[in-house]
């Protein structure tokens, strides 16, 4: 599926922003070491809609699509094996993921976390963008309250 000295485009990554787990994910991978290029679009958003408009909006929504600059478009477990593969620390895990033989496990496995994402979001307490927003507008900013110093 993927070769180790390709050089590869840019990728942006469509996720879920309405899944806890699908944003802890998009975090995770914003902090990785990464060989190229990662945007992230949320996938229903009208920045998605504006720069994929041959993607339906179902499609974004249930499944994980990565589209390269060059107009590739990856889906579900070959979208999850491409993000891997953008990773330095992860390339090698894509590479073995990718050969025929464990293919259809790794398919097995995405299919398996994506169709529970939103159980797993739940049980965790990974809450979804809007969500998280919300919740941080709501907190109080801290405040410094230190005395002065008596002479």
Known sequence: MFKNEVAAPNLTVLYDSSCGFCVSCRSWMEQQPAYVSLRFVAARS???AGLFPELTQEDAREELVVVTDTGDVYREASAWILCLWALREYRPWALRLSAPALLPFARQAFELVSRNRKAISRRLGLLPEPELVEKLRGA????????????
């Open 46 to 48: 009208a920045l998605a």
């Open 140 to 151: 109080a900013a801290p405040t410094c309250s230190t005395a002065p110093a008596s002479t």
